[in-house]
């Protein structure tokens, strides 16, 4: 029998229901080492996230070699606050129905899991640390449920594919491959953050990405970035991504509306600060200044 102290499971704000449950959290002892060993876990009992535990590591490397899938349902919940998990020596997927994936700080590598199964309401999120997804990344909340990256940094090792649109707020999220909108009509909406693209791929970052809902489109007063990695001013002329409705400003075509630097091997891309705003920065500045007369 298990032994665990019993603690009032937190619901995530996003992507969950407002209903709040008791269930087990088990904690990581905080060593490196295996998750499927039960000694390593607080009561010395491995965490039953099939059926709601929630098992939490905010510290210690550890690794998880399947023996089958990891099964995340009913609520159940890999929560990572310091530390890493990490899947090795096997190909068994993460298998998530109504279940949570919560990267607060240190690192979640998928490592050489397939992939991973998610219903409309798993949730997979990063507010802080690193969360590596080493295949497709599919968002379609409808049937996968919610992706929210709300700080920290998340890695795509592959595809990521908007099949509604997406909208990138804050943190980074660093896209091996490409995105691709060929499978749907999302976009993605670019209000904050950094986005990453390696751009040396065959698509130069993007697929089907030319038509007025599948963009990545940056929306007004827009402080995020988009970064092409390994590519040039003269190969994003040469794509048209400017101007083929790939990268548009509030929905359009609108060259004149982006700053477009090559810089450290790269191209980053962000808004030019409308004129209003211009005045603001400018109003703000001569405040500080005449603050710094008295």
Request: net charge negative; with cysteine; hydrophobic share 40%.
């Amino acid at each position: 029998m298990k032994t665990p102290i019993k603690l009032l499971a937190m619901t995530l704000a996003i992507g969950l229901g407002s209903t709040c449950a008791t269930a087990d959290v088990i904690v990581w002892n905080g060593t490196d080492g295996e998750y499927t060993v039960a000694s390593n876990w607080g009561g010395g009992a491995l965490p039953d996230t099939a059926n709601g535990d929630t098992a939490q590591i905010t510290a210690g490397d550890v690794t998880y070699t399947p023996g089958g899938d990891l099964a995340l349902h009913n609520g159940g919940t890999l929560q990572i606050t310091g530390g890493s998990w990490t899947q090795v020596d096997g190909v068994a997927w993460i298998q998530m129905t109504g279940g949570v994936i919560d990267v607060a700080g240190g690192t979640f590598n998928q490592g050489t899991a397939g992939n991973i199964i998610r219903d409309a309401t798993s949730v997979i999120q990063v507010s802080a640390g690193t969360l590596s997804l080493n295949d497709n990344v599919i968002f379609d909340p409808a049937n996968t449920g919610a992706l929210n990256v709300l700080g920290g940094t998340l890695n795509v090792g592959n595809e990521f594919k908007p099949i509604e649109d997406f909208t990138m707020s804050a943190g980074t999220m660093v896209v091996s491959n490409l995105i691709s909108f060929a499978d749907g009509p999302g976009s993605v909406l670019l209000t904050g953050g950094t986005i990453v693209l390696d751009g040396s791929g065959v698509f130069s970052g993007f697929y089907g990405g030319d038509a007025l809902d599948k963009s990545l489109n940056f929306l007004p007063g827009s402080t995020g970035t988009l970064r092409f990695e390994n590519y040039s001013i003269a190969e994003l002329d040469a794509d048209l991504f400017l101007s083929n409705n790939t990268i548009q400003y509030n929905g359009a075509n609108d060259a004149a509306a982006f700053s477009v630097v090559e810089e450290n091997g790269g191209v980053t891309i962000t808004l030019v600060p409308e004129p209003a705003t211009l005045v603001l920065l400018g109003l703000g500045a001569l405040a500080i200044t005449s603050g710094r007369r008295h």
